[in-house]
């Protein structure tokens, strides 16, 4: 690799030649193997109080943005974080001039709000939603996108919308009443919305926030006599 001084410690550490469609499909598989593993997040705060849940949850995230907004001021954290993460990252993730976090950040950032601010059934199906949903999505559309659809494509869109509805349909319900799965529906339609709109947000966290949203709205104006707050 040819050192060149003007050239970032980012650009350093990601390969300067464009991938081909099997190393860029390939890389997208690691990154969503990753982005898998999250899913110990929900299975975590299902069987545990939500303290519980906020206290791994908060420090782990407040470490993980310390490491992440570190890289743009630090040189010893920007050389070992570019060093072993840079061939992950995207090219958005890698600007000095947005300095925008990176997608691993944003997902604990969103897993913390939505305990936070979800009740359990909310914040655990919100946020499978977005691991299973967001990599059905990626992986669909990237392997068979044809037709635009917003700012993706129509094939990861509805990937994205079908395991949603295999998410609702599968996981726990309050009282198992058929509008508790128009509600999920609903929810899941809006965060393919969601993922799929161009706008300049990680969907990391847009995701599991509007879901999160749409589920409590729904149950607040037709289930307002169950209590969200009983599950778990």
């Known amino acids: 690799m040819t050192n060149n001084p003007h050239r970032t410690r980012a650009e350093t550490f990601r390969s300067p030649d464009p991938l081909s469609d099997s190393d860029s499909y390939r890389i997208e598989l690691i990154r969503k193997s990753i982005h898998l593993c999250s899913l110990a997040i929900p299975i975590f705060y299902f069987h545990t109080p939500r303290i519980v849940a906020l206290g791994v949850l908060i420090p782990l995230t407040l470490a993980f943005a310390v490491i992440d907004v570190g890289r743009y001021y630090h040189r010893p954290i920007e050389t070992w974080f570019y060093r072993t993460f840079g061939w992950l990252l995207r090219t958005s993730e890698t600007s000095k001039e947005?300095?925008?976090?990176?997608?691993?950040?944003?997902?604990?950032?969103?897993?913390?709000?939505?305990?936070?601010?979800?009740?359990?059934?909310?914040?655990?199906?919100?946020?499978?939603?977005?691991?299973?949903?967001?990599?059905?999505?990626?992986?669909?559309?990237?392997r068979f996108g044809r037709h635009r659809f917003l700012g993706k494509s129509l094939e990861g869109s509805a990937g994205f919308l079908l395991s949603a509805l295999v998410v609702v349909a599968i996981l726990p319900k309050l009282?198992?009443?058929?509008?508790?799965?128009?509600?999920?529906?609903?929810?899941?339609?809006?965060?393919?919305?969601?993922?799929?709109?161009?706008?300049?947000?990680?969907?990391?966290?847009?995701?599991?926030?509007?879901?999160?949203?749409?589920?409590?709205?729904?149950?607040?104006?037709?289930?307002?006599f169950l209590d969200l707050n009983s599950f778990g």
């Open 98 to 142: 947005k300095k925008r976090l990176n997608g691993a950040t944003y997902v604990l950032i969103a897993a913390t709000l939505s305990v936070l601010i979800f009740p359990k059934i909310i914040a655990v199906t919100s946020f499978v939603i977005l691991i299973i949903a967001d990599l059905a999505a990626a992986l669909i559309g990237k």
């Open 175 to 224: 009282d198992y009443q058929l509008g508790e799965y128009a509600i999920g529906a609903a929810a899941a339609l809006a965060g393919a919305i969601v993922e799929a709109l161009p706008v300049d947000i990680d969907d990391n966290l847009s995701i599991p926030l509007v879901v999160g949203t749409v589920m409590w709205a729904g149950y607040r104006l037709f289930y307002h």
